[in-house]
Structure formats: C-alpha cells, structure tokens
Nanobody
Framework: QVHVVESGGGLVQQGGSLRLSCVAS????????MSWFRQTPGKEREFVGG????????YAADSVKGRFSISRDITKNTVYLQMNSLKPEDTAVYYC????????????????WGQGTQVTVSS
C-alpha cells in the first residue's frame, strides 16, 4: 500500500502560480501512476492530471492544459503539480492519488489518497 501526502496549497491572486507536492511512501513500483484531482463542495472529484511512474508520461485535463504541468522526482518519491495562470475557477481542494496501474481519469480507480490541500484563487 502506498501512502501519499500533499502540501503546497494556499491563497493566490488570479494569474499567479502555485506548486503542489505529493510525497509517496511505501512500495512504489514502476507500474504505478500518481494523479491529481480536485473537488469543490457539491461536485464530483475531477481529474486534473496524472503521471506514469515508469516513464514519466504526463497527462492533463483539457481544462488545465497549457497552464498546469505534472512532473516527478524519482529520487524523492515526489510528484509535483505546477499551476500557472491560476483562475478563480481553479479554487478547490486538491488531492493526490496513487494506483498500481497506468493513469486513469476515474477517481474510483485509485486506492490511495492524500488528505487534500486547499487552493484558493482570488479575483
């Protein structure tokens, strides 16, 4: 079982940037994928982006393409979500998740979740 912990959320003005980090502990095999989701009250958890641990192939949701990027540091067992050109509609709790297979956009496919970190973008 992989345990993940997010950090890096906060308050930022529209157009600003934030970088979220997700540190994984436990047995991370090359077949693993780690992804970011976000959720606002009353809405379903939404896929933001993910990365395949084996080769670093990254995926991003259409809503964030060109603004957000995902990377990993194998030596630190850490995945990063770099968020640029932030908009008020990016305000949400951001979650890191891991699964023992390739990246999936469905939150139900993940079995390891962090506690979430709040990102608030002011207009």
């Amino acid at each position: 079982q992989v345990h993940v912990v997010e950090s890096g959320g906060g308050l930022v003005q529209q157009g600003g940037s934030l970088r979220l980090s997700c540190v994984a502990s436990g047995s991370i095999f090359s077949s693993y994928a780690m992804s970011w989701f976000r959720q606002t009250p009353g809405k379903e958890r939404e896929f933001v982006g993910g990365i395949d641990w084996s080769d670093g192939t990254a995926y991003a949701a259409d809503s964030v393409k060109g603004r957000f990027s995902i990377s990993r540091d194998i030596t630190k067992n850490t995945v990063y979500l770099q968020m640029n050109s932030l908009k008020p509609e990016d305000t949400a709790v951001y979650y890191c998740a891991a699964r023992g297979w390739s990246v999936s956009v469905r939150h139900g496919d993940y079995n390891s979740w962090g506690q979430g970190t709040q990102v608030t973008v002011s207009s």
